[in-house]
């Protein structure tokens, strides 16, 4: 091998790569700064299983096309020492790795790993080309760059299966080896040429391979598959528990605070490694439910649009290198504003932020929260708000809740029942947040009896705030107003205060985020479980023993996870054990779980008009219905945004007379005994939930 050859080569392709990737990565460097570096052994962790361990890509909808990418993932891990040893030999014929002598256990050992991911790489390579020119799942877009790609990676695999093929006949090994199998199949195809054109086609193999190597590492940073690059940083880098389920908090009272995001300049840098990292593999498609009942958001597409649109701003982005620079170094112009003009408004305001593309994404990029940063500028600053969304901000803002009812009403729900109050001064254990639903709506005011119902049969000491509840404000954050939230959650923190609270159970997975994960940065901390939670814990405990409800007798169920319980906080076996206890037949629907379908009511759309595509909630009782047959039957819920939903998709298709919607904790409720007897209070329960 020529060495010269070799230096020249490796020089140039490794100054392009590095000139290349410095002007990719430039303009991070100027976007907002935030800090992705503490909690280092759970990032390592999480690096271990999902980067390296790929743990996401491998799925039971489409476990195939995961296991080919895993393989292709696992062969350049393995491959990484190949590529050195053969930059190596171009210097000098001879040359291995330290403690990687062909002769040597190790080597042995390396070259036959090397020779199997060789040969799966291939075949996964040739399996994922197919599937992209030929099959073409809905979710993938067909482009000349992914086709390109495995191209390259053919060629690098079949260029190394000649380049060994001709070094074994070189060497005189022209039998089939089992250490060494990639290799002895390019001796087998190479045997039949005169020995002097089987080493032209391996000198030719081999520098062909280092080439397409070169040429392949300077084209990662031009295009999408730049994520070679940066996916296990970006899965490093991820948020982490419990700041992946809460938008960041806004300094409000920052001079040049930005609110929101305005332009690309207003991304952070993680933001932007996020759709530089995007693999456009469509998986955030599959169960999102704006993109499958045809509303203009693709997350996806989303982050396509953003790379390419900093990209082309990145030549106006820079951060002054001191404070006090003066402002006419700044650029002369600045960007466009991301809302109407690069991203549609339409599409901004469709998220339901049920966490699905987050969920699925297997390089963990994040998309809700900047959905709800660009959200926060047109509310805080640019005063764009749908008309719905504001009448419910002035509704929070002036009665606590975004009904608009008076706020002296929240605790009529109660009236003859005996509920106590933290004002009344007597000792709790748990505090019942309502919530506004709870408190508000007619319907699920039948749920909160029951909920009561069955602590007061467990004899859990509990208190409700009445009057002094106010809303958490979940509704008014996702949908942009952070100063409202913020006023929300201060409120909600000093009366908890004032009463010692320490636990708290709500019945709304949303109110329940809120205080377990946002409510922290406020200054309150507390163990907060969902109502399903809690009655799983007291049929375990003995302190509750259901028969079998007569709302589920003869009848099979479904139950809906709520996305902000099951997704956003992880619970998906309470509400299900609860059932089971209560006497419940479950059938599950194919979408549940983690990878549930929304109702269509979170960040805020349940107050906005549904006008675009087909309504999210009749996609979701269609399921239920299709899982329950004919016949019909009960569909569960744990959710009041989702009881609400659920309910009117069965009237709306005419389904009221075979699909009852419920709500866990009536069916609970539903199968005690019908006169009991209030046990004495009962010692206190341990930590419950997850």
């Known amino acids: 091998m020529n060495a010269a050859a070799t230096a020249l080569l490796l020089a140039a392709g490794l100054v392009a790569f590095g000139w ?4 990719r990565l430039a303009p991070l460097r100027a976007l907002r700064r935030v800090d992705r570096t503490d909690r280092l052994g759970e990032r390592l962790a999480g690096l271990l299983r999902f980067g390296l361990g790929q743990r996401r890509l491998v799925d039971r909808e489409e476990l195939l096309a995961g296991l080919l990418h895993v393989a292709l993932f696992g062969a350049f891990l393995v491959l990484g020492l190949r590529t050195v040893t053969l930059f190596g030999v171009g210097f000098h014929a001879g040359f291995h790795l330290p403690g990687l002598a062909p002769a040597s256990a190790a ?23 197919w599937r992209r020119v030929v099959t073409r799942p809905a979710r993938l877009t067909l482009s000349w760059e992914g086709t390109l790609v495995l191209g390259f990676i053919l060629a690098l695999m079949v260029t190394e299966i000649a380049f060994d093929g001709s070094e074994r006949l070189a060497g005189g090994l ?10 002895s199949l390019g001796a087998l195809a190479l045997r039949g040429l005169p020995a002097s054109a089987a080493r032209a086609v391996g000198v030719g193999a081999f520098w062909l391979h280092l080439a397409v190597v070169l040429l392949f590492l300077n084209f990662l940073p031009h295009g999408k598959h730049f994520h070679v690059l940066t996916a296990l940083p970006n899965v490093f880098l991820r948020a982490l528990p419990p700041a992946s389920a809460a938008p960041r908090t806004l300094d409000l009272e920052a001079e040049g605070e930005t609110f929101g995001t305005r332009t690309v300049a207003d991304l952070s840098w993680k933001e932007g490694l996020d759709v530089y990292t995007c693999t456009e593999c469509g998986r955030c498609q599959t169960r999102c439910p704006t993109h499958v ?46 809302v109407g003009e690069v991203v549609s408004p339409d599409a901004v305001w469709a998220c339901t932020t049920c966490g699905w593309c987050e969920t699925s994404c297997p390089v963990f990029v994040e998309n809700v929260p900047r959905i709800v940063d660009l959200r926060r500028h047109q509310v805080l600053v640019e005063a764009a708000v749908p008309d719905e969304a504001a009448r419910v901000m002035k509704n929070i803002e002036t009665q606590g809740n975004p009904w608009g009812i008076g706020s002296n009403r ?83 923190v000093e009366t908890f205060a004032r009463y010692g609270v320490r636990k708290v159970l709500t019945q709304c ?33 003995g302190r509750i023993a259901p028969g079998e409800a007569a709302l589920v007798a003869g009848r099979d169920v479904t139950y809906h996870d709520p996305c902000y319980l099951a997704r956003h906080n992880g619970e ?26 929304c109702c269509g009511a979170g960040g805020g759309r349940m107050w906005l008009e549904e006008k675009l595509g087909s309504r999210v909630n009749r996609n979701r009782i269609d399921e ?47 199968a005690l005994p019908a006169r009991l007897a209030v046990p004495e209070a009962q010692p206190e329960i341990g930590e419950v939930g997850t």
């Open 572 to 597: 998906t076996a309470a509400p299900r054990e609860a059932l089971a206890a209560a006497g419940a037949h479950v059938l599950e629907m194919a979408r549940s779980g983690r990878t549930g379908f």
């Open 293 to 338: 009942t045809g509303k203009p958001l693709s997350s996806k597409l989303l982050n396509g649009v953003l790379k390419h649109h900093l990209a082309a701003e990145a030549p106006g982005l820079r951060r002054p290198a001191r404070a006090e620079e003066s402002d006419a170094a700044a650029p002369s112009s600045a960007p466009p504003a991301l």
């Open 174 to 183: 022209r039998g089939f080896d089992a250490g060494a199998p990639a290799g």
């Open 624 to 670: 239920a219905a299709a899982t329950l047959g004919d016949g019909g039957g009960v569909v569960a819920v744990g959710c009041p945004f989702c009881l609400t939903m659920l309910k009117d998709a069965a009237a709306e298709t005419g389904r009221d007379d075979t699909l009852r919607v419920l709500d866990v904790a009536e069916i609970v409720a539903d």
């Open 509 to 541: 997975p949303h109110c329940l985020n809120t205080i377990r994960n946002e409510l922290p940065r406020f200054g309150g901390r507390y163990e907060v479980v969902h109502h399903t939670q809690l009655v799983a814990e007291l049929v375990r405990a």
């Open 20 to 23: 290349s990737l410095h002007r």
């Open 107 to 129: 080597g042995r050992g390396y070259l036959l790993a090397k020779d199997v991911v060789v040969l799966a790489a291939t075949a996964a390579a040739a399996g994922l080309l």
């Open 410 to 492: 929240r605790a009529d729900w109660a009236e003859g029942l005996d509920v106590p109050r933290a004002a009344d001064g007597g000792e709790f254990e748990w505090l019942f947040f309502v919530g506004c639903a709870g408190a508000f709506d007619d319907r699920q005011k039948k749920v909160t009896r029951a909920i009561v119902r069955i602590l007061q049969a467990a004899g859990v000491r509990f208190a409700i705030l009445g009057e002094e509840e106010t809303c958490t404000g979940d509704a008014a954050r996702r949908l942009g107003n952070e100063y409202l939230f913020q006023q929300q959650a201060q409120a909600n």
